[in-house]
């Protein structure tokens, strides 16, 4: 089990999620792989998580399943929760128990992420079904203006114009479900 404070920044990438990839190497940045990460959030009958500003969570990649609480937002500059997690043997047990529990999954999501490294920061480079690409950068247990100092060099290292978004990725899809569903 792990029990972090994570803080992360994201943008929307508007340029060609390739090209920087490929600046990314260029310039030093540690690639970590690629890996495809199939999110599956839940949501209680009791308890609301879109009330109470948390999420629990099973992600898939290959093998590996992990079920992950995120506390309450923390920070107002980055997103930054507490992230406790467990690694699981088998994503269908663990949601039968939790539906016995009274949760419910309420919302998939399935992302193509580019993993960097540079000093005790990861970059991700996201392709999110459905929403498009972005880049993500986080640290964890680190302060936010460190985090904040980090995000600040990579903007202007590669001239990224696009606003923070201090939304998770849930809530960019329920947004967007919401906004097609009420055209």
Do not use: W
Request: net charge negative; proline share 2%; with cysteine.
């Amino acid at each position: 089990m792990t029990d972090v404070i994570e803080r992360e920044i994201k943008v929307k990438l508007d340029v060609d999620p390739q090209k920087f990839i490929d600046r990314l190497v260029k310039e030093g940045y540690e690639y970590l792989g690629r890996e495809v990460q199939e999110d599956i959030y839940l949501n209680g009958e009791a308890k609301d998580f879109k009330k109470t500003d948390e999420a629990l969570r099973i992600r898939t990649v290959g093998d590996k399943i992990e079920l992950t609480y995120k506390g309450p937002r923390m920070g107002s500059e980055s997103k930054s929760r507490e992230e406790i997690t467990v690694v699981l043997d088998s994503r269908e047990s663990m949601v039968k128990i939790l539906e016995k529990l009274g949760y419910r999954p309420v919302y998939k999501i399935k992302k193509i992420r580019y993993t960097f490294k540079k000093e005790n920061f990861t970059i991700c480079v996201d392709n999110v079904e459905g929403l498009g690409n972005f880049l993500e950068v986080e640290g964890i247990d680190v302060e936010e203006r460190e985090l904040i100092d980090f995000f600040n060099k990579i903007k202007i290292l590669f001239n990224l114009k696009e606003e923070v978004i201090t939304k998770s990725y849930l809530e960019l899809m329920v947004n967007a479900l919401d906004h097609s569903n009420s055209n």
